[in-house]
């Protein structure tokens, strides 16, 4: 008699970052009927939907933390150039909002719209404790700029000027007129508003400084998981901000293996699992720069030897896409930063 060999179930990666904006990871699958509050609940019912809603949120919550901190995505406004990071490679309210400054009257919008802001590069990370930290300096390098900004970056020059500059001749007139002698002079308050705005080309030089202090950092032992004294007390309470750390991880670790049995078929078996397309490029605490528009990389003076640059994806979505693919090498450029060849 035959036997019948049972084939196994296809093998297939999904990665965690991309995750975020599934519908079916917003609003997981739950059974009809499923006791929600003390009873049993149908899924037209209010009580239903909100414990999906936050069961959604849980999820997405554990899916990022597979990542946290190693990948830093940055999108900018197509209107003002102002500029956000997010840790998510989609973005949220919430942290977009806190990140916009008010600098006057619209300024900041009342909520976020998506067709406004659009994917500028992404940073990639081998360790999580260095991306974290490179994270906190850019929102303090944009934040410090924007409510105390150098002075050069408010003053009325003749680059402004021509800028500003009407093309009619008789409004062109009249804006002369209104600006003789005032090169040298403070901005007025809406001008202002928009220069502190624009941090397009400002983002790019805090990320190559943000690196750039980062290798000292490193040499210095950040990150290596080495302390100095600590006393009894300051022990115990890390003994057990880790043991809290430690039932986090195994609870989200286990939501994540509920969603993969929840997604997996009996043709196809999924595996969430972080990405390892950056492995090679993020050895020996290397960085990867991924461009919307690789031109954007000479917007910095210089780069550490340790950043690689590649290229975004082409995507009409508003979330960042993963890298584009290339014929000849995944690098597009390293070290200090060179044109890609054609």
Known sequence: MASHQVSKPFQKILDPTKLGTWKVVRRPPIENHSVIQGKP???????????????????????????????????????????????????????????????????????????????????????????????????EFAMQRQLSPPREMITITEKFLDQKRPRDPEEAEKFNEKYEGKVGWLMEKKDRARALMDQKATSVADVAAVLEIQ?????????????????????????????????????????VASFEQTLST???????????????????????????????????????????????DLTRDHVIPGQKPTSNTEILADGRFKERQT
């Open 41 to 139: 609940r149908e899924q037209n019912s209010n009580a239903f939907k909100d414990h999906q809603s936050k069961e959604g949120t849980r999820l997405r919550k554990a899916l990022n933390a597979l990542t946290h901190g190693k990948n830093i995505f940055v999108y900018h406004n197509m209107r003002t150039n102002q500029v956000v990071y997010s840790l998510t490679r989609y973005l949220e309210k919430n942290n977009v909002l806190r990140q916009l400054v008010y600098h006057g009257k619209k300024t900041v919008p009342a909520t976020l719209r998506k067709d406004m802001w659009v994917p500028y590069y992404s940073v990639h990370f081998h360790d999580s404790k260095i991306g974290l930290r490179a994270y906190h300096l850019l929102r």
């Open 266 to 312: 009996t043709q196809v078996e999924y595996k969430i699992q972080e990405v390892e397309d950056n492995s090679k490029a993020l050895e020996n605490n290397g960085v990867k720069i991924l461009w919307t528009d690789i031109h954007d990389a000479q917007r910095a003076e210089s780069w550490p030897e340790r950043v690689q640059h590649g290229e975004l």
């Open 215 to 255: 290798e000292e950092e490193i040499k210095n032992g950040f990150a290596d998981g080495k302390r100095g004294y600590l006393t009894r007390s300051a022990r115990r309470r890390r003994r057990e901000a880790r043991k809290k750390e430690q039932a986090k991880a195994e609870e989200q670790a286990a939501r």
